[in-house]
Nanobody, 126 residues
């Protein structure tokens, strides 16, 4: 069983930055593929970025909306992943969720993730 706890959300002006963190329980954190998803009011959940399991850093996959602005990283020693978000836009406003899985599948597919955090709100004002 894995428990995920997100933090770091908040209110920021357009063009600003935030760093989200997701702390995971469990001794096999490095073997999990991790990802960030987000859900805006009235919209479906969407993939933001994922990082594959690795003993070191892992390969990354970004949604087009995140490329060039967001950076995911993982620290296996701390059982934590991070999402650095720069040049934020009002359309980035959403609840951001951390997710984890050990099984295979498209990294963007939310239904392949077994564990989810409670979410952290990100609000970007114009």
């Amino acid at each position: 069983q894995v428990q995920l706890v997100e933090s770091g959300g908040g209110l920021v002006q357009a063009g600003g930055s935030l760093r989200l963190s997701c702390a995971a329980s469990g001794r096999t954190f490095s073997s999990y593929t991790m990802a960030w998803f987000r859900q805006a009011p009235g919209k479906e959940r969407e993939f933001v970025v994922g990082i594959s399991w690795s003993w070191s850093s892992g390969s990354t996959t970004y949604a087009d909306s995140a490329k060039g602005r967001f950076t995911i990283s993982r620290d296996n020693a701390k059982n934590t992943i991070y999402l650095q978000m720069n040049s934020l836009k009002p359309e980035d406003t959403a609840v951001y969720y951390c997710a984890a899985r050990r099984r295979a599948g498209a990294i963007q597919a939310g239904q392949t993730y077994d564990y989810w955090g409670q979410g952290t709100q990100v609000t970007v004002s114009a």
